[in-house]
């Protein structure tokens, strides 16, 4: 698939709205094309802060250093501006967590995984149950989860900067009483839609016969992105296969040319198109 631009660059910065009316200003560190990004997210707002206030934010005040979609930056996410160089010595590439006690119920330990500028594994080590809560959680989320689970946190008091956590240079400690964020909802598997064409009609097409045509537990329309030769419809779903499955009997019908399905379930990724 052809790499194009989105609508935001590395070192943009840019609010997202929560469902109680504040937003959580964030910054783009890294950006994995097309839509994979890397955000820095600091604590929510009483009202959409500008770029000028944000000045004097600090990257180890931010909350959250997460793997999202950034399908709605810009458009639901109000987008701040500030483009520029990111500075890896401040902004730093954070290590992930994974609690592995589904897999092996009586283990007394966490996977720490260090990534590259890609968000791409290099190496991964083990570290004491005891810090689990301490890391960002390593999976990728969709940019709805991710507001409905960031608004969780924050109404828990859950999250604690990344300056308290042991990746950080120097960590401070961890403010009293501050308790690990429970997990999200697991990693979920993804369909990307692409409809070739430089009108926007089939694309809003394909994008309101999935909002209308897919059980919530089966996927969830993430958003669309636009560019001028082809639109990207993301849905998520806890089952990339089965979900594959009924975008394809959703979508097949609508006869589009060149319209085709970028599958990724768990570790697995492939493309199906519906007219071969």
Same mark, same amino acid.
């Given at each position: 698939m052809r790499t194009r631009a989105a609508a935001y660059r590395v070192g943009d910065w840019f609010a997202i709205p929560l469902a109680d009316g504040t937003f959580a200003p964030g910054r783009v560190v890294f950006h994995t094309p097309p839509q994979g990004v890397l955000g820095y997210v600091f604590a929510p707002r009483p009202t959409l802060p500008t770029r000028a206030e944000l000045a004097d934010l600090e990257p180890g005040d931010a909350l959250l250093a997460q793997e999202f979609s950034g399908?709605?930056? !810009?458009?639901?996410?109000?987008?701040?501006? !500030?483009a520029g160089d990111v500075d890896r010595s401040r902004w730093k590439t954070p290590e992930f967590e994974t609690d592995l006690r589904d897999v092996y119920p009586e283990g007394r330990e966490v996977r720490v995984d260090l990534v590259d500028d890609q968000l791409r594994r290099v190496h991964f080590f083990h570290a004491p149950l005891s810090e689990l809560g301490r890391r960002q959680y390593g999976g990728a989320m969709g940019a709805e989860l991710l507001e409905r689970w960031l608004l969780q946190q924050v109404r828990a008091n859950a999250l604690v900067p990344l300056r308290t956590q042991p990746w950080w240079d120097n960590p401070t400690p961890v403010p009293p009483g501050a308790a690990p964020p429970p997990a999200p909802e697991p990693p979920s598997d993804r369909v990307v839609v692409v409809v070739p064409g430089r009108g926007r009609s089939v694309g809003d097409i394909v994008e309101m016969t999935l909002m209308l045509g897919l059980a919530p537990d089966v996927g969830e329309v993430d958003g669309?992105?636009?560019?001028r030769d082809e639109?990207?419809?993301?849905v998520y779903g806890p089952d990339g296969r089965r979900l594959a499955d009924r975008v394809l009997e959703l979508v097949g019908p609508l006869r589009a040319p060149g319209l085709h399905?970028?599958?990724r379930a768990g570790d697995q990724e492939w493309t199906l198109r519906p007219n071969e």
């Open positions: 399908l709605h930056i !810009g458009d639901p996410w109000p987008l701040l501006g !500030g669309a992105m636009r560019s639109t990207e419809i993301s399905l970028l599958v």
